[in-house]
């Protein structure tokens, strides 16, 4: 009798362990396959472009994390002169998760979106972002430029002493819960409403 119990909680056990290896196996297909890229250090700057989704991360070392089926898309990841850049244009989100020992700035083009995994501690920091890209980061440095162009929108917490903002649209930035002890804030021109400009005084 004992014998047959423990034949049955082991077959029970193998089912369990088959169903979840056959779910993992499915999940291979869309966000659980990943490959982390060598041979990246000394990483300054991050600049994305297209349907990019970014975590980023605070490390001791650098190191960079792409999913989704990274080499079977149509995507581009590339590290020079301290330079990350990564883009991709397909119709399923890229996502990668960047961990640096020494992040100075993150440019963002097209629909791309930044993402802080923790707190980014820096002496000195700047975020671009261009076109529709968006970034929610939480940051704690000394001084921050922050540039939001176009129709992209920024999202920020955490404290700096030095803050700088330069923008097309406020609606566009929530800094509410973002503490600063210097703070600078620019408008910048609307590059549609200028276009219309030049266009109506050129009839």
């Known amino acids: 009798m004992k014998t047959t119990i423990l ?31 060598k041979n990246v250090s000394k990483i300054s700057k991050i600049e994305i472009h297209g349907n990019v989704e970014l975590y980023v991360s605070d490390g001791t070392a650098d190191q960079v994390k792409v999913y989704n089926k990274y080499y079977s898309e149509s995507a581009l990841v590339q ?10 244009y397909a119709n399923q989100k ?24 923790g707190k980014l ?24 430029t ?14 700096v ?4 903002l330069n923008y097309a649209k406020p609606a566009n930035v929530d800094h509410k819960d973002f503490v600063a002890v210097n703070s600078t804030k ?8 200028k276009a219309k400009q030049h266009e109506l005084a050129g009839l």
């Open 79 to 88: 590290s020079r002169d301290g330079v990350l850049r990564i883009s991709s």
């Open 94 to 117: 890229l996502v990668v998760w960047v961990t640096a020992a020494d992040l100075q700035a993150i440019a963002a083009y097209d629909n791309a979106e930044v993402k802080s995994f």
């Open 186 to 193: 620019t408008q910048m021109p609307d590059k549609a409403a």
């Open 146 to 159: 922050v540039n939001v162009n176009d129709n992209a929108k920024a999202s920020l917490t955490g404290s």
């Open 7 to 37: 034949t049955m909680v082991a077959v029970m056990i193998m089912a369990v362990v088959t169903t979840k290896n056959t779910y993992a196996n499915a999940n291979n297909n869309n966000d659980e396959v990943s490959t982390v890229l």
């Open 121 to 144: 501690a820096r002496l000195d920091f700047e975020v671009s972002l261009y076109n529709t890209a968006s970034a929610q980061l939480n940051i704690e440095a000394y001084k921050a």
């Open 161 to 164: 002493n030095d803050y700088s």
